[in-house]
Structure formats: C-alpha cells, structure tokens
C-alpha cells in the first residue's frame, strides 16, 4: 500500500478530462425508453464532471459492449446481499491487487491516521438523480448517528478511538472530513470493506421519514401504510443497505434493484447515473439487468450446470467441480478454480468459554489444543478430500498475504502423534478407559461432540478422518447438525463443546488491514464469544478475557489501533500472528482450498484465476462486475 504520510489523490485507472470525453460519453439503449413519462438527460449530464474512468486495457482486459442480462441463482430472499457487495462502490475501496483507490471520491487526504479529508466528485448523483453532496454525510451523522431513537448507543463502535469519536466537519458542499485525537488506521479498511461503515445515505429520499423533515400527519400517515411500529421502523426499514429489499431507496451502486419482496425473482437494472466509465467514454456497467432467481440451495450446483446461469459462485463447493466441469461439454458455459483466501477451509473451534468446567478448563490449557492439532494428518486429509490441491496448514494467513511467513503456516500442524500422546499426558488425561479412552478429570470418556451448520459437505468428510486419527491418541468425536442461528446461540450460551466451520476469514491481510480476528473482538467468534462479545459491547456485556494470551491479543490489537506508522502495524502484527498461531486457539486442518468460478462462455472480463472470500475481496467485487460484457462473437 502506498505510503499513508502524504496526500492521497487516488483515481483508478486514467483521469481524462471531461472536455476530452464528455463527446464521446456512451450509454446503453436500455436507458432510451421513448414511453418514459420523463426522459433522462443526455448521459454527459448524469455523470459526474470528474467521472472515475477505469482502463480496461491497463488492467488486462477487454474494454467491452453495452447490453445484455445476466442471470445467477439465490439460494433464498436475503441473498440480494450479494449484489451490492460486488458491485463494491464504495467511498475509497481495494482493487485486484488489494490496495486501495478512491472511487466514489475523487480523492481523498489522510494526515498522521487522524485527519481524514474526503472529495465528491461534483455532479455526481443518486440513482434517482438527486445530489449526492456533503449534505448526505451530515444528515448521516447529526440525524441518524445522534439520534437516540435510531442509535441508541451513538455513533457506530467502530468511529470510536480510545472511547471518543472523530469531529465531523462539512468543509463546504463536497468536501467533509473527519478527525480523532489519536490515529484511526481502521478507518479506511472499514469504508473499503464489503459491508462498509455507511458514512452516507441519500437524505433527499430519507427526510420524509425522519420527524425532523417531515410534517407529523404526513410521517403518521406513512407509518400507518407501511404497517411500521413508529417513524424509527419506517425509517429503518426504509434506509436498509445490506439487503436493498426497497427498490425506491437510490443507490450508488452499478445496478439497482426493481422488484419490491417477497419475490422468486429479483431484477436489478443499471444505474443510470453511475459514476464509471471505460478508456473509451462508455458508462458502466456493462451489463444492463442481473436476474437473481431464488431456488433451493441444494439444488443450485444442479441447476448451474445445467445452464441455468450465466454467473454462480454462490452454492457451489469444491465437491460439485467435477459435475460442473463435465457440463462445459453440453453447455456453453466456463468453469474456472480461484483459490479461497480462509485461513482454513475447515477448521475446529474448541469454544473456551463453554459451561462445562472440565472442557473449559482443558480448552484453556494450550497443551490440549496443540495435542489436537498435532494428532491431525493433514496430508491425509488433503488427498482424502480435496485431492491434494490444498495447502496443509495451521489457521493462519496464506502465501498471498505480503505478512506470511512459513512458520505461521507450520505452528503445531505436523503429523505427531507421539508428541501429541505426551502432550496429553502432561495436561492430567494420563489415564484411559476400557476402550482406550482417555479419561477426563471427572471420570467421563474424552468424548467430544462437535457442532455444525452442516453447510458444507467437506465438513463431514474431514470430521469423518479427523475422528480416526484423534482416536488414536484416545479422543472420540461426534458430529451434531443444529440450524446456523441455533449453533450459535448455543455457543454464545455455552452449551457447545466443539463446533466446526472455517478458519480466519481474511487470509491475504495487509499490515493496514485491521487484526481484528486474531483478538476477542466480537460474540461470531467461536472461540471465545463471551469475550468477543465483552469487545464488542464496550465492556457492558459478556465476559473480560481472563485468560493471558487472550488479553495479550486485545492489548496488542489495541496497540495496532493507535499505531500511526505502518512499520508499527507490520510488527504487531507479525506479534499477533505468532502468538496466535503458538497458541492453536482454533485448530486448521488445510487452506488454499479451491472454489469453482463458473461463467457463460460469451461473458468477458472475469478472470480465469481469481482469489475468493467475503473480506476484502468482496466475492468478485475487487475484480469490478461492472466491466464484465457479452461478447457475441464468442
């Protein structure tokens, strides 16, 4: 990442002058509807004056067409999700090489990680053609952060340094900053990231549901029609971003979404004053509609390869490639490998603040949880399941992170099992049952029942091998499938034992991507939910870490949050890292795992290889959906 102590005037690809371009702007004959009651204006006038302008040429691909419909399979409603995720507009976001770029800025300053400067690009609009100005952040700040009813607790967590959030200042109609005492480092990855801190929101839209704006007869008369408890509900409902389930709440998104729910079918058009343009003045995206259809998530892998989407990389697993592949030779489709960035695929979590004081206390004993680990044979695994393509490994960062080194990779992941045996021994399971159990300080069998969401097939499969190898060191495992929310109210109760799932989410950081999964930070880590959740909830809720290590993750992560030079946050993260791994909190089986990516033949600009994950990749946001295209000679 570039240095963070100058100015940072960041465009993605070429800056063009509007003179140059605005002749040669494009727009798709989608947009041209002659029965429109209000025809838009010429598309000169709908971008802004300072367009992002992305070169595809630059960037390895084709500069593309205008047109076409791009179909993908949901497995329910909620899943819309996706689509402004990889849209991926965001203030200031990360590109394929995972450094960041401003976007919907025109460009941006930071100063010492405290003073944060941000520049709209003038002209540039809502979807529905409203400004998007300074006035979009104030109303965010004053009327939706301050107000009691809608933030209870104030503003989000995540503006608060040390206790305190930034001033917040309008500098003049585009340009408003932010300042903190201390340094933020976080606070660009958070508006980079795929559920980003919403800074903005179209207040143009917003005022009529807010008492502030709206007459009391009318806001009375609008919470009655949508069925609303009060103006907090209506407004919450009405501003929800992470699901645009309101096709009239405008976006800065490259498509939005038409279809109000529930529905078995969302359309998303394109947004017509979105803010991109190629090398050649044609306004992105290229694509004019995504067609999301909701069907069983069992039986998307099916469906896809039967032809049924132009676009999936939801719903799919590594289990489904070799059916997928097949199907290229049916149908005119592609089917790519990325590589997923989890620090492991699967990955048991030993849940140390469960109920049960003897596991609690065992969890606890770092020998227990490098034992286990060592009892594993992850080469086994590897050709077992994903026939040795993965990487065997401890949860930890992959090659692809410029923070990786071999011996995160490497911590207690060896196939030992004599020194697991040993290990064992040394922490008071020294004796056995009848059947060659290990016995627990109580007397009960060292059986552990391990818990899942049952989502994804190569869980049962590595727990099925895990359960032969662990039992030659005396530790017998069972698997329970509970639904998801059920899981893990179950373990932020302290009813679970073991669960299963994947490793760390984010395997390829960078030194200015914040550590927070290494630490207690919130109750979605399964490790210790009731001190992520102490973290999260500023201390009013869960439990304080007690356990050394723990505390000595939170206090360097705390030392990471105020460190203004990146030299500083390289080195504790490395910190971090090591104790992370020494510790074997969670225990990794294999990473590098591979995701099949598959495409219509004729759609361009998707890359061949690619990394896959939710943070920071976005899915596919890094990779810009906006410049995919048919290409019909293909």
């Known amino acids: 990442m570039i240095s963070r102590r100058q100015t940072l005037a960041l465009l993605a690809g070429t800056l063009v002058p509007r003179s140059v371009l605005a002749a040669a702007y494009q727009d798709s004959d989608f947009l041209r509807d002659p029965k429109a009651a209000k025809p838009l204006p010429p598309v000169a006038e709908r971008l802004p004056k300072v367009p992002r302008v992305v070169n595809m040429a630059a960037k390895g691909m084709l500069p ?44 941006f300053e930071v100063e010492n990680e405290r003073v944060f400067t941000f520049h709209l690009r003038d002209g540039h609009r809502w979807s529905d053609g409203s400004e998007f100005t300074a006035e979009d952040f104030r109303y965010v700040w004053e009327d939706m952060f301050l107000n009691k009813k809608l ?145 069983s998530s069992d039986l998307i892998a099916a469906k896809t390869g039967t032809g049924e989407a132009d676009l999936q990389f939801t719903n799919l697993d590594f289990s489904d490639y070799t059916f997928l592949k097949n199907a290229e030779q049916r149908y005119p489709m592609v089917v790519n490998l990325w590589k997923r960035i989890q620090g492991s695929r699967v990955c048991l979590i ?62 207690w992941s060896a196939f030992d099992p004599d020194t697991a045996d040993r290990l064992l021994d040394e922490a008071g399971l020294d004796k056995r049952g009848p059947e060659g159990l290990r016995l627990l300080p109580d007397g009960r069998p060292a059986k552990i029942v391990v818990e899942t969401a049952g989502e994804h097939s190569a869980e049962a499969d590595v727990l099925e091998l895990v359960n032969d190898q662990w039992s030659r060191v005396g530790i017998k495992i069972y698997l329970r499938t509970s639904q998801r929310e059920l899981l893990r109210r179950r373990v932020k109760g302290g009813e679970t034992i073991m669960t299963v799932g994947m490793g760390l989410d984010n395997g390829v950081p960078s030194a200015d991507m914040a550590p927070n999964e290494l630490a207690p930070t919130t109750d979605d880590q399964l490790q210790w939910p009731l001190w992520g959740l102490h973290a999260l909830s500023g201390g ?50 294999v990473n590098a795992t591979l995701q099949p990516m598959v495409r219509a033949r004729t759609l361009r600009n998707l890359p061949d290889e690619g990394l896959y994950g939710f943070d920071p990749m976005s899915y596919l946001g890094v990779y810009m959906p906006d410049s995919f295209w048919y290409d019909a000679d293909a």
Not at 64 to 78: A, F
Not at 85 to 105: F, K, M, T
Not at 198 to 211: G, I, N, T
Not at 564 to 583: F, G, N, P, S, V
Request: charged share 25%.
């Open 540 to 589: 009013s809720d869960g439990h304080a870490p007690d356990l050394p290590e723990a505390i000595a993750l939170f206090e360097l992560l705390e030392a990471w949050r105020s460190a203004a030079a990146a030299e500083d946050r390289e080195k504790i993260w490395h910190q971090m890292l090591h104790l992370y791994t020494d510790q074997v909190f969670t225990i990794g089986t």
């Open 350 to 411: 030993p849940n140390l603040n469960c109920r049960d004081d003897v596991w609690r206390n065992l969890w606890r004993d770092a020998r227990v949880r490098r034992a286990l680990s060592l009892a594993i044979n992850r080469a086994e695994i590897n050709k077992a399941v994903f026939f040795g393509l993965a990487k065997e490994s401890s949860n930890t960062i992959l090659p692809a992170s410029p923070l990786f080194k071999p011996e995160y990779r490497d911590a």
């Open 151 to 295: 933030f209870k607790g104030g503003i989000p967590a995540s503006l608060k340094v040390e206790g305190k959030g930034p001033k917040f200042e309008v500098i003049d109609r585009l340009t408003v900053r932010y300042t903190w005492e201390n340094a933020n480092p976080i606070f660009l990855a958070d508006v980079a990231s795929p559920s980003p801190l919403r800074l903005m929101q179209p207040s143009a839209y917003l005022k009529q549901f807010h008492p502030t704006y709206q007459d009391k007869t009318k806001l009375d008369a609008l919470i009655v029609s949508e069925k609303a408890a009060d103006w907090v509900a209506l407004h919450q409902n009405k501003s929800r971003t992470v699901r645009p389930e309101n096709p009239d709440l405008p976006t800065l998104d490259a498509w939005c979404n038409r279809t109000a729910p529930p529905s078995g079918r969302f359309v998303f058009e394109r947004n017509a004053y979105y803010h991109r343009v190629d090398e050649n003045g044609r306004q992105l995206p290229y694509v004019d509609r995504l067609l999301l259809d909701i069907s």
């Open 64 to 107: 593309g067409k205008h047109g076409g419909t791009l179909r993908m399979l949901i497995g329910g409603q909620r899943d819309i999700r996706y689509v402004p995720i990889i849209s991926y507009s965001r203030l200031v976001g990360y590109n394929e090489h995972l450094q960041l770029e401003a976007d919907l800025l025109e460009r």
